[in-house]
């Protein structure tokens, strides 16, 4: 019987490697996911010699994969595991809901084995078949909440070329392929997001969008080596980069919740930092997905950029402000950390 379009499984399932080429035997998480977009790259070089008016041999170069994922941010542990790649150094608590204080590798120690960043095993179901993609790394995560809509999350990945770590692919759909998804979460609604300023206890009530991008920029080329086509090692990370912007509904002039004041934000001062006292968070976001699970992320020390305000018409005046997260050298010793509250007893 031929394959029909449309009645295939589509899906993703993630697991942690033991190791960077040692798939191992992780638990399988089952992704929600809107779209997919993972696929195999590779340079083709062409020889060309003078005694010939073309090209007479080809080779296949550098082979490496990259994909990205778009779905709505949930209390999973799908999402979890994700973030685990943002935020590799987990202590997981309580008996269920379960606490899972994620935070970055510690910058004065170095990158110890114990901080290390997951390495993953993607699988992607493609309607008849099984797309495998080993040895997989977290590049960027994103994170978008507008009024209105669901809290979004995207998320790009770089690793070894598709079938490598002796893996067939694409393969027949696993037993774990089935119709059902275990580890299905409560997506996050806007109504469900808050956005609180220097640890002020009361949330914002005049923000509009706010949008996160946290980026490990890892060095592709560095993950070759000679006598190999594809990645031997993971792609180092490079420069940690957390951006952002916050819409809010009109300029804030006053505040009694510690807002950025556009006054503070234009004078390009000292005031233009946020940087509290302590252990303070400059920005925290909270995102409840249900009575007991939740995600929660703090970030300690912010630049504000110069603001933009404008009006059209009759149309309600805008102010938007982009940010860039700064590392806290003296209390904290980090940019950011995170915590999610799940059903999910180990990530």
């Given at each position: 019987?031929?394959?029909?379009?449309?009645?295939?499984?589509?899906?993703?399932?993630?697991?942690?490697?033991?190791?960077?080429?040692?798939?191992?035997?992780?638990?399988?998480?089952?992704?929600?996911?809107?779209?997919?977009?993972?696929?195999?790259?590779?340079?083709?070089?062409?020889?060309?010699?003078?005694?010939?008016?073309?090209?007479?041999?080809?080779?296949?170069?550098?082979?490496?994969?990259?994909?990205?994922?778009?779905?709505?941010?949930?209390?999973?542990?799908f999402t979890?595991?994700?973030?685990?790649?943002?935020?590799?150094?987990?202590?997981?608590?309580?008996?269920?809901?379960?606490?899972?204080?994620?935070?970055?590798?510690?910058?004065?120690?170095?990158?110890a084995a114990?901080?290390?960043?997951?390495?993953?095993?993607?699988?992607?179901?493609?309607?008849?078949?099984?797309?495998?993609?080993?040895?997989?790394?977290?590049?960027?995560?994103?994170?978008?909440?507008?009024?209105?809509?669901?809290?979004?999350?995207?998320?790009?990945?770089?690793?070894?070329?598709?079938?490598?770590?002796?893996?067939?692919?694409?393969?027949?759909?696993?037993?774990?392929?089935?119709?059902?998804?275990?580890?299905?979460?409560?997506?996050?609604?806007?109504?469900?997001?808050?956005?609180?300023?220097?640890?002020?206890?009361?949330?914002?009530?005049?923000?509009?969008?706010?949008?996160?991008?946290?980026?490990?920029?890892?060095?592709?080329?560095?993950?070759?080596?000679?006598?190999?086509?594809?990645?031997?090692?993971?792609?180092?990370?490079?420069?940690?980069?957390?951006?952002?912007?916050?819409?809010?509904?009109?300029?804030?002039?006053?505040?009694?919740?510690?807002?950025?004041?556009?006054g503070d934000?234009?004078?390009?001062?000292?005031?233009?930092?946020?940087?509290?006292?302590?252990?303070?968070?400059?920005?925290?976001?909270?995102?409840?997905?249900?009575?007991?699970?939740?995600?929660?992320?703090?970030?300690?020390?912010?630049?504000?950029?110069?603001?933009?305000?404008?009006?059209?018409?009759?149309?309600?005046?805008?102010?938007?402000?982009?940010?860039?997260?700064?590392?806290?050298?003296?209390?904290?010793?980090?940019?950011?950390?995170?915590?999610?509250?799940?059903?999910?007893?180990?990530?």
């Amino acid at each position: 019987m031929a394959y029909t379009i449309g009645t295939g499984n589509r899906g993703i399932i993630m697991k942690q490697q033991t190791s960077f080429g040692t798939v191992g035997s992780g638990t399988a998480f089952f992704g929600l996911i809107d779209d997919e977009s993972f696929n195999t790259l590779f340079d083709v070089s062409a020889r060309a010699d003078m005694t010939r008016y073309g090209a007479t041999t080809t080779k296949t170069g550098k082979r490496y994969s990259e994909g990205s994922i778009n779905m709505a941010l949930d209390d999973s542990g799908f999402t979890a595991l994700l973030l685990k790649g943002i935020f590799p150094a987990v202590s997981t608590t309580g008996s269920g809901p379960y606490t899972h204080a994620m935070t970055e590798i510690t910058h004065d120690n170095g990158r110890a084995a114990a901080q290390s960043f997951p390495v993953y095993h993607i699988l992607i179901q493609r309607d008849e078949k099984e797309h495998s993609y080993s040895s997989m790394s977290l590049n960027r995560v994103g994170i978008q909440a507008n009024v209105g809509e669901y809290v979004m999350l995207s998320a790009d990945f770089v690793g070894k070329a598709e079938g490598e770590d002796s893996i067939t692919s694409p393969a027949n759909l696993s037993n774990e392929g089935g119709s059902t998804v275990p580890d299905a979460g409560e997506p996050v609604h806007f109504q469900s997001a808050a956005v609180n300023f220097k640890n002020n206890g009361t949330a914002s009530t005049n923000v509009r969008s706010v949008s996160l991008d946290i980026g490990l920029n890892r060095d592709v080329d560095a993950s070759f080596s000679l006598g190999s086509d594809t990645c031997v090692r993971e792609a180092p990370p490079q420069l940690r980069e957390i951006t952002g912007s916050i819409e809010f509904i009109a300029p804030i002039h006053s505040t009694s919740v510690d807002e950025p004041l556009y006054g503070d934000i234009i004078d390009g001062g000292a005031n233009s930092l946020f940087d509290p006292s302590g252990t303070d968070p400059a920005i925290t976001l909270t995102f409840t997905a249900s009575s007991t699970t939740s995600l929660v992320l703090k970030i300690y020390k912010v630049q504000w950029e110069a603001p933009t305000s404008t009006v059209s018409g009759r149309d309600t005046q805008s102010y938007s402000l982009n940010f860039t997260a700064l590392f806290d050298e003296t209390t904290n010793k980090k940019m950011a950390d995170l915590t999610i509250i799940n059903d999910t007893a180990s990530i």
